[in-house]
């Protein structure tokens, strides 16, 4: 198997024409993209390997999946656990606002901690 290298010229030295596989087209939701950022940040060799690697899309989506996941099931079980139902929507809205602000803050910080800044 022989692969011809072609080399593009750039001031005074020859650089190799590189180009990494195309990636699968995957939107990225909020999570993988906070933990994109925090990869670039501090985890830059684990960044740049799944990224040469043509791994990293797949990796925040799957990220980005699992966080979701884990958001939703922690914000039903805090609501129930909490007694926070329909019926206390309806009685009063306001103290349902509230409640459900608090568990969705409850939940993110969770995810935050135990997947997305890891």
């Not at 010229?9 to 650089?15: A, F, H, M, N």
């Not at 990494?20 to 087209?25: F, K, V």
Request: hydrophobic share 35%; charged share 25%; aromatic share 10%.
């Amino acid at each position: 198997m022989s692969t011809k290298i072609t080399y593009t010229q750039q001031g005074d030295y020859l650089l190799p024409d590189l180009k990494l596989p195309e990636q699968p087209n995957v939107e990225i939701g909020i999570w993988g993209k906070r933990h994109l950022r925090y990869l670039e940040k501090h985890h830059p060799i684990i960044y740049t390997n799944l990224l040469t690697s043509c791994k990293l899309t797949e990796y925040l989506a799957d990220i980005d999946k699992q966080a979701e996941d884990m958001f939703f099931r922690l914000v039903k079980q805090l609501a129930e656990k909490e007694g926070v139902t329909e019926q206390l929507k309806a009685d009063n809205q306001m103290l349902w606002v509230r409640k459900m602000n608090n568990i969705y803050n409850r939940a993110q910080e969770i995810v935050n901690a135990e997947l997305i800044y890891t």
